[in-house]
């Protein structure tokens, strides 16, 4: 049996990886962790689920085998994990803040390449590097 704080709202699965977001908007992760796509810091894997220790709560997760994007309550937009390829501007294994000062109200990914929608319906692609930047 596995126990949340609260009941789980949405799970992101890739690969071997996983996500849930429960009802308090806190973010457990487990599986393999080999990128650093959990977001805990390290790259060890996670055997049972851990709540990650965020200084946010969490909206919405997208993710892939390598990384993630989370959204928090108040529309900032955070990545982690592998950006071998440029996608995140960002290689930290910790949820880090992106494109400050936008904010917004949808992520996704196709597993390769990462979109988020902003509030005023403008949508940036990781692909095109815009996501450090919040070009648009």
């Known amino acids: 049996k596995i126990s949340f704080d ?21 973010l ?11 977001g805990n810091g ?13 200084s946010f709560k969490v909206f919405d997760i997208a993710c892939t085998t390598q990384n993630a994007l989370a959204l928090d309550t108040e529309g900032n937009l ?21 494109a ?13 390449a990462h979109v988020a929608v902003s509030t005023d319906g403008k949508s940036i692609d990781g692909d095109e590097r815009q996501l450090k930047m919040g070009k648009r």
């Open 100 to 112: 400050s000062g936008t904010k917004f109200k949808s992520i996704d990914t196709d597993g390769d």
């Open 78 to 98: 955070y990545a982690w994990g592998n950006n071998d390829y440029g996608n995140l501007e960002t290689s930290n294994k910790y949820p880090t803040l992106l």
């Open 42 to 54: 390290g790259t060890s894997n996670v055997l049972v689920p851990t709540k990650l220790n965020l």
């Open 6 to 26: 609260g009941t789980p709202k949405k799970i992101c699965s890739s690969g071997n990886s996983k996500y849930v977001i429960d009802s308090n908007g806190d």
């Open 28 to 38: 457990w992760e487990l599986g393999s962790n080999r990128y650093g796509q959990l």
